[in-house]
């Protein structure tokens, strides 16, 4: 069965210092790759997407960015954190060669920049 | 570009009366609709989507939408609400990219 996965559950982290966060999925090959934020009463910004390996897509400017090293692993960063980085964070698969199939999230990771 | 909006920000309704939350799009051609369901802390769980065909779906949870061509919605619905359906609910598109637009959400709270 297919799973995904996202750590750290949560984050808080100072002003200018550097964040990644992990997502991995299990039991399909080859998705599209997504990370999502959602602020505080807010719905969720699509940030980055990615249809294979070392292929990002960028959404939105901004102070992120994302990699995908590994057909499964997606991964975002940046090097120095604001406080407007503070969000729910989630990371979404779509699995391929099903025709027009579903997004898939993860759990979540909650930053919060002090 | 396409928009999606979700008309009331929170509802509150009574455990066993009926819930129905707006959801109406803006776009050129008729979308890939979905309602997800975000419990408190927690990711986006499906509970149902609509490609084509009958335009009433049926969800999980006991949940129901219905695409209206005619009036660019997909409401959903449930005949009764239970305690365990507090949560942010979300609609969103896919006008075929693979990229999902979602609403702002529309909190429901349930009262005993």
């Known amino acids: 069965s297919q799973t995904i996965h996202q750590w750290p559950a949560t984050l808080v982290q100072p002003v200018g210092s550097p964040l990644s966060l992990e997502c991995t999925v299990e039991?399909?090959?080859?998705?599209?790759l997504y990370w999502y934020r959602q602020a505080a009463g807010r719905g969720l910004q699509l940030l980055f997407y990615s249809v294979g390996i070392g292929q990002i897509s960028s959404e939105v400017p901004q102070n992120l960015s994302a990699s995908r090293p590994q057909d499964r692993q997606f991964i975002l960063s940046s090097k120095k954190l604001l406080l407007s980085d503070s969000g729910f964070y989630l990371c979404?698969?779509?699995?391929?060669?099903?025709?027009?199939?579903?997004?898939?999230f993860g759990p979540g990771t909650r930053l919060l920049v002090l | 570009a396409q928009s999606v909006t979700q008309p009331d920000i929170h509802i509150t309704v009574s455990e066993g009366a009926s819930l129905e939350l707006r959801c109406n799009y803006s776009y050129g051609a008729t979308p890939y609709l979905f309602w997800y369901v975000q419990s408190p802390g927690q990711g986006l769980q499906l509970l149902l989507k609509?490609?084509?065909?009958?335009?009433l779906v049926q969800g999980i949870k006991g949940f129901e939408a219905e695409f209206k061509r005619s009036q660019s919605s997909f409401n959903l619905r449930k005949p009764s609400v239970h305690w365990s359906d507090a949560a942010e609910y979300f609609c969103?598109?896919?006008?075929?990219?693979?990229?999902?637009?979602f609403g702002a959400g529309t909190t429901v709270t349930v009262r005993a």
């Open positions: 969103a598109v896919d006008t075929n990219d693979y990229k999902l637009s």
């Open positions: 979404a698969y779509l699995p391929r060669g099903a025709g027009k199939e579903t997004q898939y």
């Open positions: 609509y490609f084509s065909g009958d335009t």
């Open positions: 039991g399909t090959s080859n998705p599209n």
